[in-house]
């Protein structure tokens, strides 16, 4: 607090001088050097961190409500939506929050994934958004086992289930995880504080996701490093009034859900109270699990199903790493942005197979896909490190700038450099 | 790119299994334009009003609606005495009272709907075994909605030849297996309307799935009305947002 030098008047500086929030604002929020050219992908970060506050808010209303009992917590969900003062409202925003909350997280992955956020000096920003995912898939599957319909229980059941393939201690870590010897109350309230938990770890991890970003800043389109003061402008107005148009049109598609389509994400089976004597005809998970359920069952080996599951995962932790070429942006990458796309409809292809039954041209389907899947990462990623050739990149962000105000295309592309 | 995205975001949208009513009946359904959907969706009550005699007459002998309160009533128009000549029909299991003894009362408003059966065994040991679910979520509970009961209540046929049909099952071509253990419920003036609607069979059933579709769905005037409000809101907002985005950008040109 040394820095300033002539004591200044006034309450805010006062605290300032102790405290110093609003030099951090300031410093975080307001002048913030951000890269001149992000585009709209950029919006999604913030999108995500106003996401969980939503889910947050909701939630903590909807606990004061909800009973985590097998006997009454169908029936208190139910509650929830006719008696509950706007119960409905909180109910239909928690739930397709949850939604909403995936496929945004979803593109700002893809987005990393296009541009090369993951690259140095952003490893660490990257591995904790990929803890961030975890933590997510753990609360979102133990908040869909909250209402305890028919999907509630038996998805439970089946996913639980998948550790008993684990040799020797696979039972052991099943009865640990129910609480007993069937997916029952003691699951569910166990569900219930986990649920309640995890939320505020995410907080957490964001915040050491938001430390490490501010560490080297926003990467942007092209892939480029900050070189000068000219590629960059102050984080206010120009990107907080950017990422308030975005939530503007994220918050029209969010209530569209809501009011207009609450279940349609959701699956009819639910709305049946559980019933362990009764399966139903297909258990499928919520839709932003079914790429990770194709790839389970393309395999015919259960134990090997439950691996790749979770590697398919964890795989992105080691992104970093697998991909080493030195251009971030796939903007100058011409063969990496080709795999791009194709691992993009593969990740949809997965989620479409996975949402069928496991039979026939499925399997097949699923098998090719769940290949590409890894052998993206695994293959093409370090090959393409190895001998992908890219066009000269522009000079600086701005020289970019100029130059695709100038000239719609990319950059002249004719000279190309071998790594 | 953002085309891509956008592209991708409506493949996935379109292929989504849960939507292109996944019955696990190959029958197409038949598709009835309620006049609660759309975004300016509302309940015709008289129709409501209707359905509930079907329900109460026809429906209620072996299946419950639990989740809802004979208050709620009031929201499909009948009067607070009609409400409470309504409940007076039932009896419900109350205490216990000073003395340490369960009674038996009628219903109050505030009770919810009295069930048909007092325990699943006892529904069962009635119905050949089966159990009648409960119809309060039933709209909601099935790939199809509305459309799906409404089809259900007239797909009643005899059974085809070579069909392997279980001992007191009933042809349904769109239920699941085709073989449903529920007789077909109505037909022509099982019931009389107050209103002289004339009770055909189809305007039965319509009225007796719309009135499923409010219990399933109590808020749902409400929340479309709400969501109108609020999208007409966002959007507004949206549309000045972009305007200041525009000004404060222009600043770096």
């Given at each position: 607090m040394k820095d300033n030098k002539t004591e200044k008047k006034g309450f805010t500086n006062w605290i300032d001088e102790r405290l110093p929030i609003f030099t951090f604002i300031n410093h975080n929020l307001r002048d913030y050097p951000t890269p001149k050219n992000l585009n709209y992908f950029w919006n999604f970060g913030s999108l995500a961190g106003i996401t969980l506050v939503i889910m947050i808010v909701t939630g903590i209303l909807l606990a004061m409500q909800?009973?985590?009992?097998?006997?009454i917590a169908f029936d208190s969900v139910e509650r929830i939506m006719r008696d509950v003062n706007n119960g409905w409202l909180l109910r239909y925003i928690h739930m397709n929050g949850a939604s909403m909350f995936f496929i945004i997280v979803y593109i700002h992955i893809f987005r990393g994934l296009y541009y090369g956020s993951y690259k140095y000096p952003r490893e660490i920003l990257w591995m904790l958004g990929v803890v961030i995912l975890l933590l997510m898939m753990a609360t979102a599957f133990m908040g869909y086992v909250l209402p305890w319909g028919q999907m509630s229980f038996w998805g439970a059941t089946v996913i639980t289930n998948l550790?008993?393939?684990?040799?020797?201690?696979g039972d052991y870590i099943v009865t640990f995880l129910w609480g007993g010897f069937s997916v029952d109350n003691p699951t569910l309230s166990r569900f219930f504080v986990l649920h309640y938990l995890l939320p505020f770890a995410i907080v957490g991890v964001v915040a050491l996701h938001l430390v490490a970003l501010h560490q080297f800043g926003s990467n942007n389109p092209t892939g480029l490093d900050v070189k000068s003061e000219g590629d960059t402008i102050p984080f206010h107005p120009y990107y907080t009034v950017k990422d308030y148009l975005g939530l503007g049109v994220y918050l029209i598609v969010f209530a569209g859900l809501v009011f207009f389509a609450p279940n349609f994400l959701g699956h009819p089976d639910n709305y049946i109270p559980a019933n362990p004597l009764q399966t139903p005809a297909h258990i499928v998970p919520e839709w932003y699990f079914l790429p990770f359920y194709a790839i389970l069952r393309a395999v015919p080996d259960k134990l090997l199903g439950v691996l790749l599951m979770f590697a398919a995962v964890l795989i992105l932790f080691f992104l970093p790493w697998l991909d080493r070429h030195r251009v971030r942006s796939a903007n100058f990458r011409p063969f990496y942005r080709q795999f791009y796309w194709l691992f993009i409809i593969n990740c949809f292809v997965l989620g479409w197979v996975g949402a069928m039954p496991a039979e026939g041209i499925y399997v097949l389907i699923s098998r090719v896909a769940t290949l590409y899947y890894f052998g993206f990462f695994l293959i093409i990623m370090p090959l393409l490190s190895k001998f992908e050739n890219t066009p000269a990149l522009p000079s600086s962000i701005s020289a970019a700038v100029i130059s695709e105000k100038f000239d719609s295309k990319e950059p002249a592309g004719s000279e190309t450099y071998v790594k | 790119m953002l085309n891509k995205i956008l592209y991708l975001f409506l493949f996935l949208i379109f292929t989504h299994?849960?939507?292109?009513?996944?019955?696990?009946?190959d029958v197409d359904l038949i598709e009835q334009n309620w006049p609660f959907n759309g975004i300016f969706g509302r309940f015709d009550k008289a129709s409501l009003q209707r359905g509930f005699k079907v329900y109460s007459e026809v429906c209620a002998a072996c299946h419950g609606i639990r989740h809802i309160s004979y208050r709620d009533l009031g929201d499909i128009g009948y009067s607070a005495d009609e409400i409470k000549a309504i409940a007076g029909e039932y009896e419900v299991i109350d205490g216990p009272n000073d003395e340490g003894d369960m009674f038996t009362r009628d219903a109050k408003m505030s009770d919810k709907f009295v069930e048909p059966y007092e325990n699943e065994k006892i529904a069962r040991l009635a119905n050949n075994g089966v159990y009648p679910p409960d119809l309060s979520l039933i709209v909601k509970a099935r790939a199809g909605g509305a459309d799906y009961i409404y089809s259900l209540l007239n797909g009643y046929k005899d059974f085809p030849e070579n069909f392997e049909a279980s001992e007191g099952m009933y042809y349904n071509e769109y239920y699941p297996g085709k073989q449903i253990a529920m007789p077909s419920p109505i037909m022509d003036e099982i019931v009389e309307f107050d209103d002289g609607t004339e009770a055909t069979h189809l305007q039965i059933a319509r009225d007796v799935t719309s009135f499923l579709a409010w219990t399933a769905e109590p808020e749902l005037e409400v929340r479309k009305s709400l969501g109108v409000k609020t999208l007409f809101f966002l959007i507004l907002l949206t549309i000045m947002l972009l305007g200041v985005k525009r000004k404060v950008w222009k600043n770096l040109d």
């Open positions: 909800y009973t985590a009992n097998t006997e550790f008993s393939a684990f040799p020797i201690i | 299994p849960h939507n292109a009513g996944s019955a696990s009946s």
